[in-house]
């Protein structure tokens, strides 16, 4: 039945073949502008080489590059948004949630549940800034409050690695009430001596480094990550002049004492895993 | 002082003006006591029609009228011997916050607020009511007080937002603002939140998370301003009306969403038409909300307080009410 086997090879119109070539092969640092060979920098861990700068992991990279593997059970995965305010800007907010629903496959901005680095067991919740920038709304909070709730019951160390534009304004007010909600979750689970590890990756800002964020017992910001309250864009509105480089990097919330250390992508797990091994 | 009117206020502003020149009129002689009557009676009517219909954006402009009264007029007009507490004792004085300590009748209590200036000279030295990390700071260090000396906390809530600035980012403006919502969480004392004007964000919730939130019914509270909120979404400043609208940050809507406990009636024309009258009522209203607070025991106000931000946020999950699931 030769005439129905599979052909040897397959033919790719060259439009195509040509913008894969280009986009597919390499990619440009952001910071720099070094053209990176897209192997070496993924080997990387999408760090560029020449600058040190960190690309915005999706989740499931960052699942792989701080957990062990396959160690991850998700909590709460049947918890999903709901437009409760009738929200309408430029696009519903209906709309929005299907967009990045569609685009992440997850229902809200952050997963959460256990799992382990290097033999440690841990509750994690981790923001992806994919999905509306990474804002908290209601699920965020609720989720994040569950997760921060199960490590005082079951006495497991907390880590939370975030990255969000802060609140999410389709959730109005109630996006604002997460802040006090989590902010006092965490507040509980210090009075039971569980630790509490806040991981910041680019970028953090808002609501959310005004609440759970800067309430680690030991706070790790990723290299050159954007951290801050006000968003840089909002800051120089308001003082109408540019704002010095490397404002509201992690080295400058190193420098003015705000953050317990910088940690490079590589090091960010074995980093962790030695401070679980001293504290756990 | 002279009555500052808002856009929407011109027609009894204009009726107003036609009541002071018959006054003055009725001064040389002329009887004009019938016309000054028929005129008020319109004034009345025109007011009660013009204040029952306000928009969402017409109550924030009400919120922030510069004659609003601060927290600055409620210290002076609901407590007495009030002693004001200053710095963060850390890195400096916060003017846009206020704090210390009064009584309110016979108790002793903390009070912390924003201030907000009444024109461009007490605008610049209250920073417009936009705090700086030391601002809360020194609230957070007020806190502890009254917890440690067992009386009541009580705050007023007025700024556009904590401010954005260099210096604010490195002071730690988010670890300023998550510290308060930390502290005040597990506070083992009664505390009362009161929106008085403008509930501005993270800035307003850093000195907001309380047992009892009333709310001025000319008071907004929300997680961005209009303007923010229209230049971001709409991509169009000029849309603040439907943006106002959409967000819910009126008294009324917060109600509906469980997110303040009660609205404390203005006078007809907003809380600046008659600050003798908003300040009886808002004494009331701090007094029954406080004599409640204090039938329970501090370790029950505090799981209390957990439970009642801990509810807050609507989601949907599959075979489980959330509302039940606490």
Known sequence: MAWFRKPKYTTIPVTQRKSEIAEGLWVKCKDCGEMIYKKDWEDNLKVCPECNYHFRLSLQERITTVLDNDSLQEDDTDISPTDFLDFTDSKSYKERLKIAQDKTELNDAVITGTGTIDGHKIVLGILDFNFMGGSMGSVVGEKLTRAIEKAISAKLPLIIISSSGGARMQEGIMSLMQMAKTASAIARLDTSDTLFISVLTDPTTGGVTASFASLGDIIISETKALIGFAGPRVIEQTINQQLPKGFQRAEFMLEHGLIDMVVSRKELKNTLAQLLDLLD | MENIYLDFERPIEELENKIIELTNEGKTGLDVSNQIKKLEEQANILRNKIFSHLTPWQVTQLARHPQRPGTTDYIANIFTNFIELHGDRRYADDPAIIAGIASLDEQTVFIIGHQKGKDTKTNLRYNFGMPHPEGYRKAGRVMKLAEKFKKPLLTFIDTPGAYPGIGAEERGQGDAIAQNLFTMSQLKTQIIVTIIGEGGSGGALAIGVGDKILMLENAVYSVISPEGC???????????????????????????????????????????????????????????????????????IVLKRYKKFRKMGQFIEKNIDNEEKI
């Open chain 2, 230 to 300: 229209a230049a971001i979404l709409w991509e169009d400043k000029k849309k603040v009306d439907s943006a106002a609208a959409t967000l819910r940050l009126t008294a009324k809507n917060l109600l509906e969403l469980e997110v303040i406990d009660e609205i404390i009636p203005e006078p007809v024309g907003g809380a600046h038409r008659n600050i003798d009258e908003i300040c009886r009522t808002l004494k009331k209203g701090l007094s029954k909300s406080l004599s409640e607070l204090q039938k329970h025991n501090s370790s029950t």
